[in-house]
């Protein structure tokens, strides 16, 4: 076990470890994705991991915050940052998102983020052998059926979800989603080099109408210059 800076989130501090699979970037946009007009609702955060989205948020004044992560080293990584950094606002719960309906009510929450596993379990599948990596990288035990069936199931109705996820399997999300009421609004197209959009940022609404707008931001390598770029 580490501590690190949370980025460039001064004074935070996270815990990981080197042997699993450690916070990105992506996370990072995703919290900064959420719109901070919303700091007084409820947030789940799914798939939490170690705590960097909830943490972010935190910092940012969001007030009722809770975080579900299914393997118990991650969850514990997780408490440990929190209390660490004397969050008494975030509470996470160590348990499989697919048992959610046994955890928390429906319609109990407002808004919903989440960074998944991104890769389909397959013949043609390339697997860590570290299994906790393999649970955060692979859809081993959730994939996008089950994400936004539970995601519908917490949110309430107009709730939004943010989640990040390859560009790639956009289709997929967007046919699933609407399946579980949920219609995308806007997508972010992120690019870690000129021209080339890897991952999106996606913006959800529970029974939304449609229309989606879509944006890019180029060459992420330049991060910092993009520090407020979602700010509402």
Not at 11 to 29: H, M, T
Request: charge should be neutral; hydrophobic fraction near 40%.
């Amino acid at each position: 076990m580490q501590i690190n800076d949370l980025f460039d989130y001064e004074p935070l501090k996270i815990y990981q470890n080197e042997k699993y699979f450690k916070f990105s970037l992506d996370s990072i946009l995703l919290a900064e994705y959420v719109d901070k007009k919303l700091s007084n609702k409820k947030v789940l955060d799914l798939c939490c991991g170690n705590g960097a989205i909830l943490m972010i948020l935190a910092y940012y004044g969001f007030t009722d915050l809770t975080g579900i992560e299914l393997q118990k080293e991650i969850y514990d990584l997780a408490n440990n940052s929190i209390n660490h950094n004397g969050f008494n606002n975030i509470n996470l719960i160590n348990d499989d998102i697919n048992n959610i309906s046994n955890t928390l009510k429906s319609e109990a929450f407002d808004v919903v983020t989440i960074n998944p596993p991104y890769f389909k379990v397959n013949d043609e599948s390339i697997i860590n052998d570290n299994s906790i990596k393999a649970i955060a990288r692979h859809e081993i035990r959730l994939d996008l059926d089950g994400i936004f069936k539970n995601a519908s199931y917490v949110l309430v109705n107009n709730g939004i979800m943010y989640m990040v996820h390859r560009t790639n399997r956009l289709f997929e999300i967007a046919n699933i989603a609407k399946q579980y009421r949920l219609t995308i609004k806007e997508v972010v197209l992120l690019s870690p080099k000129e021209d080339q959009y890897e991952m999106c940022l996606i913006k959800f609404v529970k029974n939304g109408n449609d229309g989606t707008k879509v944006k890019a931001i180029n060459n992420l390598n330049n991060y910092k210059s993009y520090k407020n770029m979602f700010e509402r």
